[in-house]
């Protein structure tokens, strides 16, 4: 390992201004994406469609610190024959890849999962490194219910995350930390706080006992942020006070940078939130962001499958970077959502 280099990449992925793109769909999670725009699922169309947005030049260039690949896009090269991971890094962004294998059923624990992935983590690390990655992800979903999550779901992800992200520094790669509470259930902001705050302990823990340097990864948590069927929607002050001080009580200044996940916030929402939280200022880390569908949602819709929209779906995206990378700043305003392309 050496640390140096891992705090430097570490550092340009949160760089001011500048957040992360997950374009890591799996295959099936991409399907769905899909099917909502009549698009088939081909490969040539995954390659076009995530072709269009690594071209988007002034948003990769100025707003993208890195990309999240899926393995099939990592090996993929575009229509011209370039390997797409040439692109993105012509275009001054860091190439990075999902190492996790999904979830898995935990026994014991009725409707949890752990994340799977740890066998021969090491051979597919080095792999990826030589294919130009220089950060990796793994994430762990953790789930609010009834009884849920148990301290054995909090335990079993927060053990995989620390391996995973001590196998990752060994091959000199910078392990994305990430410990997903998700917002799908009826519960309100401070059971989510509560929540996220053992989760976030138990995963610092795991990382200490592993020996992960804290200075060599980058943390993408959930924000504090009401269930999505709770009747009470906390307001953007709200989730951004209480996203603050839930993090700056388990999460370490050595710790270089947070990059959220945006988790099924609407777009605006998404923006709105980091932006609340960077206004209050005076953080031990960067806050940033590392979204999906918050990125995704409305250059998917623009493109919808076809080429002749291919322009009108890198507007769309150039926006949506822009928007993330000023609230990445805390320079966002409502305003100029309306003044888009
Ligand atoms: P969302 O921003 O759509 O939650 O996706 C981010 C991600 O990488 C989830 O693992």
Request: aromatic share 6%.
């Amino acid at each position: 390992m050496n640390l140096a280099d891992l705090n430097k990449v570490a550092v340009a992925m949160t760089a001011p201004g500048k957040g992360i793109l997950a374009a890591d769909e799996s295959t099936g999670t991409i399907k769905k994406r899909f099917d909502a725009i009549a698009t088939e699922n081909t490969e040539d169309n995954r390659r076009d469609y995530r072709e269009m947005m690594f071209r988007t030049a002034e948003a990769m260039k100025n707003h993208i610190s890195g990309v999240i690949l899926y393995d099939e896009t990592i090996w993929q090269k575009a229509k011209d024959g370039t390997p797409l991971v040439d692109i993105i890094k012509a275009a001054g962004s860091i190439p990075g890849i999902k190492v996790d294998e999904g979830v898995k059923p935990l026994p014991n624990c009725p409707g949890e999962v752990v994340t799977v992935g740890l066998d021969k983590l090491a051979d597919r690390l080095t792999k990826y490194y030589d294919a130009g990655a220089r950060f990796a992800k793994w994430r762990a979903v953790i789930d609010i219910g009834q009884g849920m999550p148990t301290f054995s779901c909090i335990h079993a992800n927060a053990h995989a995350l620390a391996r995973y992200a001590a196998l990752c520094q060994a091959a000199n790669i910078v392990p994305i930390v990430e410990p997903e509470v998700l917002m799908d259930g009826a519960h309100d902001i401070d059971r989510c706080v509560d929540v996220t705050v053992r989760v976030l302990k138990e995963t610092f823990q795991e990382l200490y006992y592993n020996r992960v340097a804290l200075e060599g990864i980058v943390l993408k948590p959930n924000m504090a942020i009401s269930g999505k069927k709770c009747a009470k929607q906390a307001s953007v002050e709200e989730v951004a006070e209480k996203t603050v001080k839930m993090l700056k009580e388990c999460v370490p200044a050595a710790v270089p940078g947070i990059a959220f996940l945006s988790g099924g916030q609407s777009d605006e929402a998404a923006t709105a939130h980091l932006d609340a939280m960077n206004r209050i200022g005076n953080l031990p880390w960067a806050l940033t962001f590392s979204y999906g569908r918050a990125l995704q949602a409305a250059p998917q819709k623009a493109w919808s499958g076809r080429s002749e929209n291919v322009a009108a779906a890198q507007r769309a995206f150039m926006h949506r970077a822009k928007m993330n990378s000023l609230a990445a700043l805390g320079q966002w305003k409502a305003d100029m959502e309306k003044k888009a392309a």
